[in-house]
């Protein structure tokens, strides 16, 4: 079956599934709203699944890559849920430690298609290493769906810890240099700017598309950061401009790129909400900009 594109659904088809995958609706609520666009011979379910993720087909490095190592580590989080779990990825041929990468899932735990962003940032001469925020719950359950209820059931506090956590255990592990960076995507983009204002040696944060860190926390914010945004996600943006000046006020080092006609999740290829070439250059600067403050 042909992968549709963003193009192939109705704007208010796609303003539901992204509240609906960040639990402001329920599925009942999603398959009602969406009811009213489906075209002739095309169901709300049908719509609700054309828009779930296809890891199979999207997956860019396999898991059994030869060129990488791969692994299911532990950490501890005692200011967190305890003992967390998360998924390492390295050059299988590093000659020694290396710059080291937290990669922060969405708001449904280390899915497929993280563990594959792993792997990608891995194979650009990294040590990349993606928690599992929900390790306390028994770890990401094999749907996104089943995965945002249980994210929902933790407390955001702890899984900020959690995620302080992993960046430290990472800058002391004997893979790793002393320079970490952070990349994080929707929710994740939240965390990759709440560390940034938590762990003052994190020298590189890139949130993509994700909500801003608190004005008053800012001045704590010691990283580069690369802010990247969906011009089409005016429940994220709308924090933007009050972030902005808070950067601004207090000389903090950012870049900031707004992706045209992108939706918001723009870089996860396993959806139609996927814009290849944003996704491509976007990634290309996460890469580049790691490499010239991590290195």
Known sequence: MERKSVGDFHPEVLKLFDRYVHGLVD????????????AVGT???GLLEALSPKYAEAQQVPRDDSRLRAEYLEYDSPAGHGRMRGYLARPANAAGPLPGIIVVHENRGLNPHIED????????NFVAFAPDALTP???YPGTDEQG???????????????????????RGRPETTDRIGIVGFCFGGLVSNVVATRVPELAAAVPFYGGQARAEEVPKITAALLLQYAEND???NGGWPAYEEALKAN????????YPGTQHGFHNDTTPRYDEAAAKLAWQRTIDFFNEHLR
């Open 43 to 45: 169901t709300a379910a």
């Open 234 to 236: 005016a429940r994220i």
């Open 251 to 258: 000389n903090k080092r950012y870049a900031m790129h707004m």
């Open 137 to 139: 719950l028994g770890g």
């Open 117 to 124: 962003v792993a792997r990608r940032a891995a194979l650009a």
């Open 27 to 38: 599925r009942r609520g999603f398959l009602e709203g969406a009811g009213k666009y489906a």
């Open 148 to 170: 945002v209820e249980m994210q929902r059931k933790l407390e955001q506090p702890k899984i900020l810890e959690d995620f302080v956590a992993a960046t430290n255990w990472l």
